[in-house]
């Protein structure tokens, strides 16, 4: 089935320094990705919309400066948080879409999450 | 889904017994639906879906009902064991986006 790979799982990072976090569709392309923040105890919230070789879309209200991302190749999408501040400690979560919609769930595969904290 | 950010409700059921897990969702455009379960530290898994054209689908212990009318959509779970105990999102399929329900933590009490 489809997988996708999400790096580093946790990461603990000083405030003001910037974090990269890489997602991989490792068996299939995948033109979208999509990126989610998860606050504890909370409902997934999507950040942004991010097409491979363009600009990606961002939801109202995500700072597109501070949650840069990058969709280089059709198997890698990465997020940076710049400027991290301990508001920004989360849960983030990458997802693609696999374009065989035959797929289960319409092709949409997560990955494990990245546990940003910042101190 | 319900307004997303509010803490997730809760459910504690008795093991064997069955589950119903509700979720309210908000377009009516929408043309598709998924239940994930999340297990603590991790992604969704896909459990079940559902298209608008249908009302009711079976899986292995799990049932989907959607009900269009009050966009209401319901996971059931037969026989609840341990290993089901997670919080549970329904998601909503707007044109490409895949946007999340409020959750619901199921605990599954020995």
């Known amino acids: 089935g489809a997988v996708v790979s999400q790096h580093p799982s946790r990461v603990i990072c000083k405030s003001g320094t910037s974090v990269k976090i890489e997602c991989r569709s490792l068996d299939f392309q995948a033109t979208t990705m999509f990126w989610y923040r998860q606050f504890p105890k909370q409902s997934l919230m999507l950040m942004a919309t991010s097409n491979e070789g363009s600009k990606a879309t961002y939801e109202q209200g995500v700072e597109k400066d501070k949650f840069l991302i990058n969709h280089a190749s059709l198997t890698l999408s990465t997020l940076t948080v710049t400027s991290a501040h301990p508001e920004d400690s989360s849960f983030y979560i990458c997802?693609?879409?696999?374009?065989?919609?035959?797929?289960?769930?319409?092709?949409?595969?997560f990955g494990s999450g990245t546990r940003l904290t910042v101190v | 889904g319900e307004s997303v950010g509010l803490h997730l409700p809760t459910l504690s059921v008795q093991e064997g017994d069955n589950s119903i897990i509700n979720c309210a969702y908000s377009n009516s455009a929408s043309d598709y639906f998924i239940w994930y379960k999340q297990e603590s530290g991790k992604g969704p898994q896909f459990i079940i879906d559902?298209?608008?054209?249908?009302d009711k689908r079976q899986g292995q212990r799990v049932t989907v009902l959607l009900n269009k009318t009050v966009k209401h959509l319901s996971l059931q779970i037969a026989a609840t064991q341990p290993g089901d105990s997670a919080v549970y999102f329904c998601?909503?399929?707007?044109?490409?986006?895949?946007?999340f329900g409020a959750g619901t933590r199921l605990t599954v009490k020995p």
């Open positions: 559902i298209r608008s054209n249908m």
């Open positions: 997802s693609a879409r696999n374009p065989n919609r035959d797929s289960a769930g319409y092709g949409y595969t």
């Open positions: 998601a909503e399929k707007e044109s490409h986006d895949m946007r």
